[in-house]
């Protein structure tokens, strides 16, 4: 008799009808798709809670729209029957593979991977003890568990390792507190080259970049000082650029008003709105390889705690053969 070996299974937890934009997608489905390449079966699922705000209408939850949603985005990359959304923030209906089908996912997986730490675990993701926190923005946890934030030690302690897209976490210059009880080790996002060489023949005209230009609900104060999420912060240190060079610079971004756009555009620099096309997966590659380079600024908490955070966006470029240009953060040592 001959015996079939069943492939490992990999659960990614993730959050893409929560935020139903490019960047979001391609950072999943890199996820995806390099684990799908390293041999394991891997499936989506969305048990986050959190209602689907940008694909709601009316007074409607959203889960049907997101599940269709979620299932468009996977079957693009040959992941039909591998996903499910689970409508914890409604009537807990499950779409794509049913309840039971889940429950048997999650007690067979070898890992389930909660990326960007975005959902909160429940009793099934942790019961095997196999659940992994792999976080993409570090320093607020950071500064949490130095602050011994119970809420943040109860959420953490429920997975068996912990990532950080900090990759000079650790290093003498990193200002992060070091966590004496989690072992945050570094982390690099994988980016699959297919997707990306294809657009590289076009060399560009313009340097540009993908992002929102005022946040304001994410900083965080550590030993009395003030650490900025808000990357408008670090461009307005770069104001002048376009009057310096012969180069053309243009920002696609969100959350900005029009007295906003009108200063920038006052400096030289175009600005056209993100949400145009960063909600189609295609357009967003398009715009990158049409790109001369990138342009971009990090956020000032990884520049001053020099976290070796690196932008998952700025490398998509780098894939599609276009230079980067943005701050450092400490990714130099590595």
């Known amino acids: 008799s001959v015996s079939v070996r069943r492939r490992k299974m990999i659960v990614l937890l993730g959050m893409m009808s929560r935020k139903p934009v490019a960047g979001v997608i391609w950072q999943t489905i890199h996820y995806l798709l390099g684990f799908r390449r390293l041999g394991y079966d891997v499936y989506y699922v969305e048990a986050h809670g959190c209602a689907p705000v ?81 976080e993409t923005d570090p320093v607020a946890p950071q500064i949490e568990l130095y602050d011994n934030l119970q809420w943040t030690i109860d959420f953490l302690k429920q997975h068996c390792a912990h990532f950080t897209f900090g990759e000079n976490y650790g290093n003498p210059d990193c200002k992060l ?39 304001f609900e994410r900083d965080v104060t550590f030993r009395g000082e003030v650490y900025y999420w808000s990357k408008h912060y670090e461009f307005m240190k770069f104001l002048d650029l376009p009057d310096r060079t012969d180069q053309a610079f243009e920002l696609a971004l969100n959350r900005y008003d029009e007295a906003e756009k009108r200063m920038l555009e006052s400096k030289g620099w175009k600005v056209r709105n993100a949400l145009d096309f960063t909600t189609d997966v295609d357009a967003y590659g398009k715009y990158i390889a049409r790109s001369r380079g990138e342009f971009t600024v990090a956020k000032d908490q990884n520049v001053r705690l020099r976290t070796g955070w690196f932008s998952d966006r700025s490398a998509t470029y780098l894939a599609a053969g276009k230079p980067v240009v943005t701050q450092e953060t400490g990714f130099s040592n590595l």
């Open 54 to 134: 940008m694909l709601m209408q009316g007074g409607d939850d959203g889960s049907a729209r997101a599940a269709a949603f979620i299932a468009g985005v996977m079957r693009c990359f040959d992941l039909d029957d591998r996903w499910a959304f689970h409508a914890l923030h409604a009537d807990g209906r499950c779409y794509g593979l049913d309840e039971k089908q889940l429950r048997q996912l999650y007690s067979s997986a070898a890992l389930i991977v909660n990326l960007h730490g975005g959902t909160q675990p429940l009793p099934e993701h942790t019961a095997t003890g196999r659940l992994v926190y792999l």
């Open 177 to 215: 507190p070091i966590s004496e009880r989690f072992n945050f080790r570094p982390t690099r996002q994988p980016v699959v080259l297919d997707f990306w060489q294809p657009y590289s023949d076009d060399p560009g005209r313009t340097f540009s970049t993908i992002g929102s230009w005022r946040q």
